[in-house]
C-alpha cells in the first residue's frame, strides 16, 4: 500500500475507521539518539550494540516509523514496517494495519517538539506523553520529498505544539 499522496493516506486511514472531521497526516520515526544514549558510555562499539538491539520496551516504542493521523478525537498511528534499508525511507516501508492503535486526546499528557539539534531545524524531535506510559520518542522531516503532504501536514502539527 502506497501512501506518498494524501489521497492514498487517507485511503489507509479509511480503511482503519481513523477519519475525522479535522486530518492532519504527517510520518514520523523512532528517534535515533534514544537507544543510542542508553549506550554512550561504551563509545563506537555501545553505538553499534545501540543500533542493533531494541532493548525491553512495550511494542508501540519499538516500531521504526509511523503513518500518523491527528484527528480532533485523538493520534491514530499506523506502524510502518521496515523493507531492508541502510537509511530509513518512510515513503518505501510497509503500512502494518493489524498494528493501528489510536491515542485518545484525553491520554495525551503532553506533546513536545523541537529542533533535533541547535544546527539542523530540518528534523524536529516529537515526543509523546500518553497516561501510564513512557514517552513516545520520534523524529519528524519537516519536508520529506517522497511523502508530498509531510511539509504542509507537520507544519500544521507544529503550529499547535511547538514552543
Known amino acids: 500500500m502506497k501512501f506518498n499522496t494524501l489521497e492514498e493516506a487517507m485511503e489507509i486511514f479509511r480503511k482503519v475507521n481513523c477519519v475525522g472531521s479535522d486530518n492532519c497526516i504527517f510520518t514520523i520515526y523512532k528517534d535515533p539518539n534514544v537507544d543510542a544514549a542508553k549506550y554512550a558510555m561504551f563509545g563506537a ?21 509511523f503513518l500518523v493521523n491527528q484527528t480532533e478525537s485523538g493520534l491514530g498511528l499506523i506502524p510502518l514496517k521496515s523493507k531492508a534499508q541502510m537509511v530509513i525511507n518512510v515513503s518505501k516501508m510497509e503500512p502494518q494495519l493489524d498494528k493501528y492503535v489510536f491515542i485518545p486526546n484525553e491520554t495525551i499528557e503532553s506533546v513536545e517538539i523541537k529542533n533535533f539539534n541547535f544546527l539542523n531545524k530540518k528534523i524536529q524531535k516529537v515526543y509523546i506523553k500518553i497516561s501510564g506510559r513512557n514517552i513516545l520518542k520520534e523524529v519528524a522531516k519537516v519536508k520529506d520529498k517522497d511523502i508530498e503532504y509531510q511539509e504542509a501536514n507537520f507544519a500544521r502539527f507544529m503550529s499547535r505544539y511547538k514552543k
Open 45 to 65: 562499539v555501545g553505538g553499534a550494540i545501540a543500533a542493533m538491539s531494541s532493548g525491553p520496551q512495550e511494542w508501540l516504542e519499538k516500531e521504526q516509523a
